[in-house]
């Protein structure tokens, strides 16, 4: 693999780390946005139907699938337009495709909503990249865990663990695995957490009492590191 990054990462012992310590139930999953063709891995299979990207990071989260997906692979125009495939539709543009679904008391409540949910431009992406952490062919961008709430509370407790600080998570109950965890971590930087949508939670296989957390992968040596510390405190539970 050739790398995308100066510091190079064990994405394989971040995986065991995440898995061990957090209990998790499937991989961590590595996401890339790639700009063009050739940021692809030679031997990396383009996915073979249209389905959602909340869909796909639940076939590389818990059956280990690696691949990439072009735009037409994108069976939500939502997540397409918030992941940088597809120009935003005018029905949610304007609002009326969740006000239609009954998720907002009018179309202007929805487009107040709309036009906070964090995006690339159209354009911007040429496929995203799909993978278990443990076993990715590419330098990911984002880390997405999947897991029980106790689970969050120890990364956010390793974020915390050098610094201190608050963490100010950002959603929206829509767009939870596109738009929170995988585009506004790789714009902005920094970790957050989401509740899962009901498109996430109804086709990508998210329980009741799971959440959903992205991670720019440029932190993950600090992050495990301080996570088998905080988990071995003699506070923590």
């Not at 209990?23 to 050739?38: H, I, Q, Y």
């Not at 918030?82 to 239609?100: A, Q």
């Not at 829509?174 to 009901?198: H, M």
């Not at 009741?208 to 988990?231: F, N, Q, S």
Request: charged share 25%; proline share 4%; glycine share 8%.
């Amino acid at each position: 693999m050739t790398s995308a990054m100066k510091i190079q990462i064990n994405y394989t012992e971040a995986a065991e780390v995440l898995k061990k310590y957090l209990k998790l139930r499937g991989s961590p999953v590595a996401f890339r946005f790639a700009t063009k063709k050739e940021e692809i891995p030679a031997g990396m299979e383009k996915i073979d139907k249209t389905i959602r990207h909340c869909s796909m990071v639940g076939l590389a989260r818990n059956e280990g699938r690696i691949f990439y997906a072009l735009a037409d692979n994108h069976e939500c125009n939502g997540g397409a337009w918030s992941l940088g495939l597809r120009e935003i539709t005018e029905t949610l543009k304007t609002g009326d495709f969740y006000f239609r679904l009954g998720k907002f008391e009018s179309a202007g409540s929805c487009k107040r909503t709309i036009d906070r949910v964090a995006h690339l431009n159209c354009g911007d992406t040429y496929a995203t990249l799909y993978a278990p952490l443990e076993k990715t062919p590419f330098d990911p961008q984002v880390v997405l865990i999947v897991a029980s709430p106790w689970a969050m509370l120890k990364l956010s407790q390793s974020s915390l663990f050098r610094l201190g600080g608050r963490i100010n998570a950002e959603f929206a109950g829509i767009q939870s695995v596109c738009a929170d965890t995988c585009a506004q971590t790789y714009l902005n930087g920094k970790i957050n957490f989401s509740l899962g949508c009901d498109g996430s939670r109804k086709f990508s296989g998210i329980e009741d009492g799971e959440m959903v957390m992205g991670i720019p992968a440029e932190l993950l040596p600090e992050l495990t590191e301080a996570l088998k510390i905080v988990a071995a405190a003699p506070g923590s539970k």
